[in-house]
């Protein structure tokens, strides 16, 4: 089940699974409770297994209303079960709701196929975000339905 939530409820996740177990306070985004922003959660038996948070901001200078993707996790215990692949749907139904043109993100170089099959196309380089690793800019076009 999909649910929003708050975005101090990311940050387990954020801190297991992106940030090599680093506190919570080291998780948190300076867009995390900016308007417009929201986070959700793939619950299984009560259990958040899979986030992601979305803010508005624009990528560049390109036209419309562009959201950006950040923080994704899946606990390694449910990967590739299909849970971040069903947020990501939901998301995407919810930004298309809000009239958003793009999504866009900074994606690890290892999660590159996953946000392809989603229609995601790489728009840069390789290039390293400190203390995180190597990553790609990628953008999905919305409304397209």
């Known amino acids: ?16 699974m992106l940030r090599d177990n680093s506190p919570l306070a080291n998780c948190l985004f300076p867009t995390d409770d ?11 038996n009560e259990q958040i297994v899979t986030v992601a948070s979305f803010f508005p901001k624009q990528y560049q200078d390109r036209a419309g ?3 950006q993707l950040r923080g994704m996790a899946t606990d390694s ?3 590739g079960k ?4 069903k947020l990501m749907d939901f998301a995407i ?6 009239k958003a043109a793009y999504l866009w993100c900074n994606a690890r170089s290892g999660a590159t196929q996953f946000y392809q099959k989603k229609g995601f196309k790489l728009v840069s380089s390789e ?15 919305l409304n397209i339905i």
């Open 1 to 16: 089940m999909i649910k929003y939530i708050s975005s101090q409820e990311t940050l387990p996740l954020r801190s297991k």
């Open 127 to 141: 290039f390293e975000i400190e203390d995180v690793g190597p990553h790609y800019e990628m953008i999905l076009n």
């Open 65 to 67: 209303l562009g959201y």
């Open 82 to 85: 299909g849970y971040g692949a």
């Open 93 to 98: 139904s919810e930004l298309n709701a809000l």
């Open 34 to 44: 900016i308007d417009g922003a929201f986070h959700l959660g793939f619950f299984m």
């Open 77 to 79: 215990e449910f990967a």
